[in-house]
């Protein structure tokens, strides 16, 4: 067993690489955190790895975690051994599964990175509130708490369960161990068959059904027998622990690595004790030492085996001398007596009879990721050892409501001198954390040093930071937290310098590196003065470099990472320079090898060019900026904005005491409006002289940074110089000014303004009438352009707006702005257009995924409101129920509606029949009559507070239900086609006035390309790494099926004015509507400023035929199908050849792809044959309204 | 009819090929123009300009949304059999190499010195009988002088010739100032063939978008007036490399000016686009019932009959037969 290999791998790829070499079978759903051990095995698989049995494991996907349970218990009860990963929710849905699984004693282990359920939001960020809902499932609960011991108990469980058959739930901290990048050594193979008894195997296999033995599993029980039945599995459990010990001594014996169910770490004579599972209890273990090493006699009891729970063992395990505990849970139960580790630790000293009576306390800690350090483990010492500790506490948050936290001493540091702390701030399109990812590999693998690696991203998909947490030291690394004394400091972009803390973290005489467009001698006049005084007062060494230019001129474009690494290597002394760089580029060639020789040239170049650029610059001695670094909001923003939304921004958030927070999750709307990113290295400016005023390149801006308004010139009259104006042109408003303006600090750059733009100049059209320039040549002058723009100039009556097309369109005010989504989005335009045409009256479900996350997650939220107040309302329930969840908003609306009619009929004698009458019959489609309504509500509230009747009370909050509302749901295709189709299909099937729009991307986005239902034929995506070998579903002809189902195909880079016409249509149909709406994305793999291009291609193809089915056209006596596009005029494989996902397959296996692409313009063009002829299909009328609705 | 020739130290049965062109990209076809009785086959250009713009676009677009959110770190799967390079088209010549007898002939389009040599060498590996290397730069920089095209290219040559031992053409445009002087300097560096003449693409305007349309405009006849020309002025020099016409052979008899001329191979690409592989045939035998019916015994015999050497008015392939065709054109007016 000496061939043992050290490696860095993360938690993920740590306990994946066990399952994958002890299972058969493995039946995956993607979820965060979990996602990459389903995805390392696919591409295992994909690679024919081999399991321990010398044959390679089958992955497949699944339509949702429930899918995947039900396939996993299938798979067991066939006999093969099978494994999957889950997390939070996705967990959740396995639960059913579970309890069958357990109630029939099966071998199976899983492998669950915990992760927070969502509660008052969602969070993918780690807790154990998801492993501890499945306590009742009767699995095993075996927790580990790092990457080793992930790995290690990874294999220790899989034998277990084969031993005991007991299934069980292996589970490690979500982001801290799962993305924890960590030294380890890594099991043979031959370790794991010295694992596993075959003989148990043999087992598991005979217990399979078969019709060669068949048996009956799965039956219907009676009083009679069910719950003896229930009792006849107790010796499994009660055998279960010591089958654990046993897996585990036999697992020293192979590895030297002991592990019991209950570990103790501490004095041996301790009064003072911890008991803790997960990530947590490393943090712990490396205070104990130091605080016993400071002469304190306390401990740690770290729970491994938390189910089934061995009272026995607990009770060996723990000090004799024990006085006083703390439990401590990383999850939050509201309104039980304790947390659930806290409540089993009770019981267990009842039960087993501890001597002495200890006092136990029980704390939470750690939700959501929240960082637990070692300042905080002191502070459960420290309560313990008061007189009356605190029964129930908080620790690592500042509970100023019910005043349940500690507090703790920020400053108190126990990591010694010998580790180096580096901490590098980057863009995520920079590179900055591959490369981090590197120089640890580099670091851990090819010296004698241990490393870690822990990286902080932030939650917007343009201009991300992130923020990378790197240690290097002669000992494993048991400091399981963000870094707070860093002796390296990058800062790979230079804005940051001027928006965030960067050297809040450095040490005393750490050395900082800088990204700097200015050299040694200038740069420091540049800087704030803060980071002037924080170099000068914490005696700095502090380097320069232009990475960005150097980047430039080494072809690198954005990508500065190799030359910053490089930079870190040359001035770290973590190795000696020569030898660094020879080792930086051997990772390249491995990095870069088999992409081509190219990428692997420049980044030698990169290299190579980076350390004569580098300076060291001499420190003044006095701080003599004139700048500081700008708040995060200004002083105008609404006070919670400053008071709470600022210190999130500035990435400050923990410092919020409990009380700032709303308790019920809900928040104010109209946000992203005070978040300035200014991401966009270069952005549009208008050029009146050519604009057609089309307004093309305002509906097409994903992140409604280009605004278009028509106004009375004499609005101008405070305008500034340098804005622009032009006569309106068209009819409609004649004589009215017409400008187009660029909201520069929100523009991402994406270019997909000027690519649709179709006005060029005369005489040199490569200038447009709208064209990019470098935004800090612009940002001064058109950020007062927009504040004009903005405050000064009005917006237009929604009534006078008569021609509602892409131009008339853009008139109205979007209510959705400023996302985070990617820049240049495919799916923002949609959303903008609907917020534009319905979103003052207007109610969104969310299916979780991009959408919900640019359209929900904090710090500031992209929905807004308009002048009036009023916005869309939204909410995102969850991944799976966005139609449903949307669906209840019908229900409640039309509850309301049909409440408020009641009571206005009711109230009839009071109100006039006249009022009553046209408050109940009014036409309410059409900007003009949506607004007389309005009107009407407002006339018959203000007659309400007249009348002395509690009817007209209770109508008073109802009566804005008489105005109609416009109720959507939202979210991708991996919900529409996947894990929400059941109930997608299900409210598609009710006759109410329900919208559904899906923003197809045709792959997992959010998660990180997996593939859907909707993924196309060619495509590769992870678990379809060959190319998808069949046809995408027909979602819309599935619909259509039901015939009272407004259905459209869409895509806005190739008609737009269809996409118009589209969702007037869906919000105008008195029944169920869904759109399907091709959404270009950065999984397709091209360059996404050519995304509309790109969809034409799409369109002329044949591979996205544009339609629209309206029942309402069957009493017309028309067809109710419309082709909005020709038969195709180009070849399917003409745009499979433009984006990496078909192109990869074609590099790989050019035969395959060539096959691929037949099939696919087969497909295609069977489709649009089928659609073609429907379109000329008309049928006889039905009930005359054509929503399937008795009138 | 004896047609045989030879081609770049290959001996052919005839001279008829077709030239680097998307019919040559896909193994299937080579195996039909095999069948159709082409006696070489020049493969598609490798652009190593295009080469290295994919490396760095699929990069790009794998690598920048990389590791910068935290529920994707990535958003393609990695296949380890996922190259990028030119492993496609080397992958393609090993797969013709095996799909057929005739002689391939790999071609390239460089951009960097190291780019011709690498392809040359990874080309000559994978199996290729001779190599054509398609020089074909469009100078725009004002500061680059003719000679120091040349001479760039001539070292490019010469580094390729030292680098592999198969034989090595190259395909010329007909813009240098002094073709027969530039030809020189190829053959002294071992030069095995020259082919004349590279048809660049020549992109269109769209007058409605205010767009450069790109359009392959194809060949027809007219375009083999001025190959001929030079093949008869290179054709009579003294040389050891052989001579290739590409570009406007549409007929027998538009074969038979080329073979008259100077050339040793034909390629063929705008005939077989438009009227199918079996083109090749029918201009072949064209040739060869012409050749019958005029009593030739071979096609040696026909090859540089008519070159600047030995046609009966060496004037006329010079400027005095310029002149004069000019001014006949306006008399006719």
Sequence with gaps: ?1191 | MNLSTTYLGLDLPHPFMPGACPLTADVDNIKKLEEAGASAVVMHSLFEEQITREEMAVTGTIDTPAESFAEALSYFPDPEDFFLGPDEYLEQIRLAKDAVDIPIIGSINGTTLGGWLKYAELIAQAGADALELNVYSMPSDPETDGQSVEKTTVEMIGAVKEKVSIPVAVKLSPFYSSLPNFAQHLDSIGTDGLVLFNRFYQPDIDVEALEVERKLQLSNSSELLLRLRWLAILSGMKRNYSLAVTGGVHSGMDAIKAAMTGADAIQIVSALLVGGMSKLGEIKQQMSDWMEEHEYESLQQMIGSMDLQRCPDAHAYERANYMHILQSWEGAV
Excluded at chain 1, 668 to 692: L, M, S
């Design chain 1, 1 to 1191: 067993m000496a061939d043992r290999q050290m490696v860095m791998i993360d938690g993920n790829e740590a306990v994946a690489s066990v399952a994958f070499r002890t299972n058969e079978v493995c039946a995956i759903y993607p979820i965060t955190p979990s996602s990459p051990m389903g995805e390392f095995a696919d591409e295992w698989s994909a690679y024919h790895r081999k399991n321990i049995w010398g044959t390679t494991p089958d992955v497949q996907e699944m339509q949702s975690e429930a899918g995947a349970a039900g396939a996993v218990h299938g798979s067991l009860q066939a006999g093969a051994l099978t494994t999957t990963f889950t997390a939070s929710q996705g967990l959740l849905l396995m639960i059913p599964n579970m309890l069958k699984i357990a109630g029939e004693l099966t071998s199976f282990c899983m492998h669950v990175s915990a992760r927070t359920v969502a509660t008052h939001a969602l969070s993918i960020f780690g807790d154990h509130s998801d492993v501890m809902l499945c306590r009742g499932t009767g699995f095993a609960m075996l927790a580990s708490n790092s990457v080793q011991e992930a790995h290690d108990m990874a294999l220790i469980s899989q034998a277990a369960t084969l031993n005991s058959r007991v299934p069980f739930l292996h589970f490690f901290d979500g982001f801290r161990t799962s993305h924890e990048v960590a030294k380890c050594e890594e099991l043979t193979d031959d370790d794991i068959r010295a694992m596993i008894d075959e003989k148990k195997v043999e087992e598991h296999r005979a217990r399979a059904l078969t019709p060669d033995r068949p048996v009956i599993r799965g039956t219907a029980q009676n009083p009679d027998t069910f719950f003896q039945n229930r009792e006849a599995g107790n010796p499994f459990y009660l055998a279960c622990p010591g089958a654990v010990q046993e897996a585990m001594d036999q697992f020293a014996k192979i590895t030297g690595r002991n592990y019991h169910l209950f570990d103790y770490v501490g004095a041996p004579d301790a009064e003072r004790v911890i008991i803790i599972m997960g990530s947590g209890a490393d943090t712990t273990d490396e205070t104990v030492e130091y605080l016993n090493n400071q002469g304190e006699k306390v401990g740690v009891l770290k729970v491994r085996l938390f189910r089934p729970f061995s009272v026995e063992h607990f009770i060996n395990a723990l000090p004799a001398t024990t006085k006083h505990i703390a439990v401590l849970d990383r999850c939050k139960e509201h309104g039980a007596i304790g947390s659930p580790l806290y409540q089993d630790i009770i019981t267990a000293l009842a039960e087993g009879n501890f001597a002495g009576n200890p006092s136990v306390i029980g704390g939470v800690y750690g939700l959501s990721s929240k960082e637990f350090t070692p300042a905080m483990v002191k502070a459960v010492y420290d309560e313990m050892a008061k007189p009356e500790p605190k029964k129930h506490f908080t620790v690592g948050i500042n509970d100023d409501v019910t005043h349940m936290s500690l507090d703790y001493d920020e400053t108190f540091d126990i990591e010694p001198d010998d580790v180096v702390r580096a901490m590098f701030y980057g863009l995520g399109a920079d590179g900055t954390v591959g490369a981090n990812k590197n120089s640890i590999k580099i670091i851990g693998e090819e010296t004698e040093n241990y490393a870690q690696g822990y990286f902080v991203y932030d939650s917007k998909k343009s201009g991300a930071m992130t923020i990378s947490h790197l240690r290097f030291g002669p000992r494993p690394i048991k400091s399981i937290y963000l870094i707070s004394t860093a002796n390296f400091i990058g800062c790979h972009q230079w804005e940051f310098i001027h928006k965030y803390d960067v050297l809040e973290k450095a040490a005393p005489g750490a050395v900082f590196l800088l990204n700097s467009p200015y050299g040694k001698d200038e740069v420091w006049e540049h800087l704030p003065k803060e980071t002037q005084e924080q170099i000068i007062e914490k005696k700095l060494k502090f380097y320069v470099i232009d990475a960005s230019t150097v980047a430039e001129q080494t072809g690198m474009g954005s990508r500065t990472n190799t030359i910053m690494q490089t930079c870190f290597f040359a001035i770290s002394g973590v190795l000696e320079r020569d030898d660094a760089i020879a080792r930086i580029k051997a990772a390249i060639k491995k990095t870069y090898g088999k992409k081509g020789d190219a990428i692997v040239q420049k980044n030698y170049e990169a290299v190579d060019g980076s350390i004569a650029n580098m300076h060291e610059v001499t420190v003044p001695t006095i701080a003599t900026s004139e700048h500081t670094r700008p708040p995060f909001v200004p002083d105008e923003a609404p006070d919670l904005l400053k008071r709470v939304t600022a210190l999130m921004m500035a990435g400050k958030g923990d410092l919020l005491p409990v009380s700032a927070l709303p308790p019920d999750g809900t928040w104010p709307t109209a946000t992203t409006q005070w978040e300035k990113r200014n991401v966009g290295q270069a952005v549009p400016i208008w050029d009146e002289n050519i604009c057609i005023q089309c307004n093309k390149c305002a509906a097409i801006c994903p992140h409604a940074a280009i605004r278009a308004k028509v106004y009375e010139e004499g609005e101008l009259g405070n305008a500034p110089e340098t804005f622009r104006s032009m006569d309106y042109k068209a009819k409609d408003f004649k004589g009215m000014k017409f400008t187009i303006q660029v909201a520069p600090e929100d523009c991402t750059g994406c270019k997909l303004c000027v690519n649709v733009c179709p006005a060029k100049d005369k005489s040199n059209p490569k200038h447009k009438a709208i064209n990019m320039e470098p935004r800090l040549d612009v940002v001064d002058v058109e950020r007062e352009n927009y504040r004009f723009f903005l405050d000064d100039l009005p917006e237009i009556d929604r009534e006078k707006v008569t021609r509602i097309d892409v131009k008339g369109s853009q008139f109205f005010q979007p209510l959705f702005e400023y996302s985070g989504a990617c820049a240049g989005c495919g799916e923002t335009p949609y959303v903008k257009m609907m917020s534009q045409l319905f979103g003052d009256r207007m109610l969104i479900g969310n299916a979780t995924g991009c959408s919900s996350i640019y359209g929900g997650n904090l710090p500031t939220t992209p929905y807004c409101v308009d002048t009036n107040g009023r916005g869309p309302a939204w909410s995102n329930s969850l991944f799976e129920d966005a139609a449903e969840f949307s669906f209840g908003f019908r229900l409640a609306f039309d509850s309301h509606k049909k409440q408020a009619t009641e009571l206005v009929t009711a109230l009839a004698s009071e109100l006039g029949d006249d009022m009553v009458t046209a408050l109940l019959t009014a036409d309410q489609y059409g900007e003009a009559n949506i607004k007389a309504q309005r009107e009407r509500v407002e006339a018959l509230k203000a007659k309400l507070n007249t009348i002395d009747d509690p009817k007209a009370k209770w109508l008073l909050p109802l009566a804005d239900y008489l105005v109609r509302k416009s109720v959507w749901a939202l979210g991708g295709d991996g919900w529409a086609y996947d894990i929400g189709y059941g109930g997608l299909d299900h409210v598609l099937a009710q006759p109410r006035d329900i919208n559904i729009l899906v923003m197809d991307t045709e792959v997992y986005s959010n998660t990180g390309g997996q593939a859907s239902k909707a993924t196309p034929i060619g495509a590769a995506a992870k678990f379809a790494a060959s190319g998808k070998a069949v046809g995408k579903k027909d979602l819309g002809l599935m619909a259509m099926n039901y015939r009272h189902v407004y259905v459209a195909s869409v895509a806005f880079g190739s008609n737009d004015q269809q996409v118009v016409k589209a969702f007037q249509e869906a919000d105008s149909y008195d029944g169920p509507s869904l759109i399907i709406a091709y959404s270009h994305c950065i999984a397709h793999g091209y360059d996404l400023s050519l995304g509309c291009e790109q969809q034409k291609l799409a369109v002329s193809s044949g591979i996205w035929p544009l339609y629209r089915y309206d029942p309402r056209l069957v009493d017309e006596g028309k067809p109710p199908l419309q082709m909005d596009s020709k038969a195709p005029t180009t070849r399917v494989s003409d745009y499979m050849r433009n984006e990496t996902r078909f192109r990869m397959v074609e590099r790989i296996d050019p035969k395959r792809f060539a096959d691929l692409a037949k099939y696919a313009q087969s497909f295609s063009d069977q489709r649009v044959a089928v659609y073609e002829q429907l379109a000329n299909i008309t049928v006889p009328s039905g009930n005359g309204n054509g929503n399937g609705k008795e009138d």
